[in-house]
């Protein structure tokens, strides 16, 4: 893969290193690679993790290297970890894009790796184990290359490079965790090899107990002083912008030098080594006067002197567009989005208009890129450390985005059932509508309360769209549904409540002679449940009674509005019991808005057979397992002896 393919392209703005600076770190990283083992007098340490703290400019740093070494032909590979950037943020693709590096960057190990491929056409799917795609179209090719003496030429340079930088940024922590105890052991094995792996990342305790390790060398980046080269970035920087800024010119014209070497000093001072910070706040000051900031960038000095390091200049930057419309789910968006999208894609997604999106991010420019056109480029943080601040409640108070706002997305989502697929959020939408569900019920901050979210998405949902109340009651129904495999539903009564209130979603939804309903009814789409869980709840005759009343008027409403559907006696009546007499009733991650109502039909069928075979009067609760193993949600009745206490089946 090209260098600007593989690097440049996917990296967020503004991470390239300034010209001139950073040079005595780059000249020690560059030092250690280029230590050849026969020449070394000490053993070589394969492994460089180079630490710092959010913004220090780690990533601008990795690129320099790469680019480098992708110069001298040495650069074997890199991989540039971003937080919800798709792939980026996850170990699917790592191993097979560094196989498709290397074999651009050493021809001579392509043909190990398509002989791995073809004798292993399964190699690249999911299945496989992260360590055993590196060691198969990695590390063995490599090392083929070499022992036939195929590369020997390139080795003249010195060893080879491959960079790996936001190591911290993969949310994948068991696949980070893999790669480096695999990559470690792999140098143990074979301690002459003419390679080099170039880490960065903040320091976070599932990388920082696998790297500090006498295999490895520790780089601090804080360690250095980066005083001379942000006073370097800063003066070039308003420099530029006084060549183009009219106003500026006028005021150096009339009071002399800005910003004065006072200021310069205190901005110095202010930013601690942070270029994130650097580059943030010269933004914030020079960005052009809107109609609801007027002021000016000697204005915005000061004001950028006493604010409170990144945080208070987020909060400073937000509040320039607080009061637009749609400003909350645009910025909510955007921070939780699993991968970028152009400014259609977003106005797509929350069903607004594109100048909406453009409105709100028009003043945000200091902290978030926005692409100069909307359909081409996409939106993106300027640095993760936005994306840190918005999701911590303590650091960003109001303007904080609550993990619950992954149900909101969820039900954006959902409307791509509805749409063709040309829109440009279409491909985002029905690949992520259950991620975002999934996140939702993984968050901490749901725990018990999962129920009390749907709710109050419910009360803020219904309000605002009316013309989408047929998909709204269909996502709900679906939600209500896919909430019965989440352990945390089921406690204080939620399995019975969850159950009524997806029946109850349902019959609203079919009684709305909507075409869109009998989309949700008969389109098969794919479904994530939660990991691994069984959990058991009491069926009760109130709870029959609700499900049975109301599965017979969404039968009714069902051959009312949508003839076209086959007609068939409800099983909920006990008239037809097909299946019913299986104790186990299995719901597919590929089904329909149907297979919920089957579901639901199989429950009271089965549940009466249950009662008649007991013959007990009141009828007493069943007991209803619900089985979750990621490919199917299984529902099963089991029966308990209340004489000797065991389960029958």
């Known amino acids: 893969m090209p260098l600007t393919l593989g690097i440049e392209s996917h990296l967020p703005p503004d991470s390239a290193c300034f010209p001139g600076t950073r040079k005595g770190v780059i000249q020690g990283i560059t030092s250690w690679v280029d230590t050849r083992i026969v020449l070394s007098k000490t053993p070589v340490v394969h492994v460089y993790w180079f630490h710092g703290f959010a913004g220090s400019g780690k990533s601008a740093i990795s690129l320099e290297i790469a ?110 965790v893999a790669f480096i105890d695999h990559m470690l052991d792999f140098f143990k094995k074979h301690p002459s090899i003419p390679l080099r792996f170039f880490i960065a990342s903040r ?7 696998r790297l500090e390790n006498d295999g490895v060398l520790l780089g601090n980046l804080n360690s250095h002083s980066a005083n001379k080269d942000i006073e370097m970035l800063l003066q070039a920087s308003f420099q530029g912008a006084a060549n183009d800024d009219r106003v500026i010119q006028e005021y150096v014209r009339i009071h002399g030098e800005w910003p004065t070497k006072s200021q310069m000093n205190k901005l110095i001072w202010h930013v601690k080594g942070s270029f994130v910070l650097a580059s943030t706040i010269f933004k914030f ?51 939780l989005l699993f991968e970028p999208l152009p400014i259609v894609g977003i106005a797509n997604l ?29 939106v993106t943080l300027c640095h993760t450390s936005l994306r840190d601040f918005l999701t911590t409640q303590s650091r960003s108070g109001h303007f904080f985005v609550p993990p619950s706002f992954h149900l909101h997305l969820s039900y954006y989502c959902f409307g791509s059932i509805y749409e063709s697929s ?37 009360a803020q949902a219904c309000q605002s769209l009316p013309a989408m109340k047929a998909p709204y009651y269909t996502f709900l129904c679906s939600l209500f549904f896919y909430s019965l495999s989440v352990p945390s539903s089921n406690i204080f009564g939620g399995f019975s409540h969850l159950l009524t209130e997806c029946v109850e979603q349902l019959v609203l939804a079919v009684e709305c002679p909507d075409q869109r309903v009998q989309l949700w009814l008969e389109t098969v789409f794919p479904i994530a449940f939660p990991s691994t869980t069984e959990t058991t709840s009491q069926f009760t005759e109130h709870t029959f009674g609700v499900l049975q009343h109301e599965l017979q008027r969404a039968t009714n409403a ?16 006990g008239t037809e019991l097909e299946d019913a007499d299986t104790h186990e009733y299995q719901y597919s991650r590929f089904s329909s808005g149907r297979n919920i109502f089957d ?11 249950e009662w008649e075979e007991l013959k007990e009067t009141p009828r007493p609760p069943l007991k209803l397992s619900i089985i979750n193993d990621y490919r199917v949600l299984k529902f099963r009745f089991d029966r308990q002896d209340t004489r000797e206490g065991q389960q029958q089946y």
Request: proline fraction near 5%; glycine fraction near 6%; aromatic fraction near 8%.
């Open 67 to 176: 680019k480098i070494y992708a110069g001298s032909g040495r650069l074997l590979a890199s991989y540039f970890f971003f937080r919800n950037a798709g792939d980026r943020s996850r170990m699917d693709r790592f191993a097979a894009t560094l196989a498709t590096q290397m074999a651009a960057a050493v021809p001579a190990t392509a043909s190990f790796i398509k002989a791995a491929l073809k004798a292993d056409p399964g190699l690249l799917t999911q299945g496989v184990s992260l360590t055993v795609q590196l060691e198969q179209l990695v590390y063995e090719p490599l090392l083929a290359a070499l022992k036939r003496g195929l590369i020997v030429k390139a080795l003249l340079k010195g060893p080879f490079l491959i960079v790996v930088d936001g190591l911290d940024e993969c949310e994948d922590r068991q696949g980070v």
């Open 203 to 209: 320091v976070e305790e599932h990388i920082r107990a």
């Open 285 to 335: 000051i020079v960005q052009p006067a809107t109609e609801e900031d007027p002021s000016t960038p000697m204005d915005r000095l000061p004001l950028a002197l006493g604010m409170n390091g990144l945080d208070g200049l987020y909060a400073q930057t937000l509040a320039r567009s607080q009061h637009l419309p749609h400003f909350r789910n645009i910025i909510s968006t955007i921070a």
């Open 350 to 378: 929350l069903g607004i208009e594109s100048f909406e999106v453009i409105h709100v991010l028009l003043n945000l420019q200091a902290i978030v890129h926005v692409p100069g056109t909307d359909e081409q480029g996409e």
């Open 422 to 458: 040309n829109r440009p959020a279409h491909r985002y939408r029905s690949w992520n509508v259950h991620s975002h569900w999934l996140r939702f019920t993984e968050a901490e901050a749901c725990g018990s309360d999962l129920i009390n979210e749907i709710q109050l998405f419910k």
């Open 558 to 573: 069902i051959h009312a509005n949508f003839p076209e559907i086959p007609r068939r006696r409800p099983r909920s009546a």
């Open 599 to 609: 579901a639901l039909e199989w429950m009271v069928a089965r549940a009466q057979i």
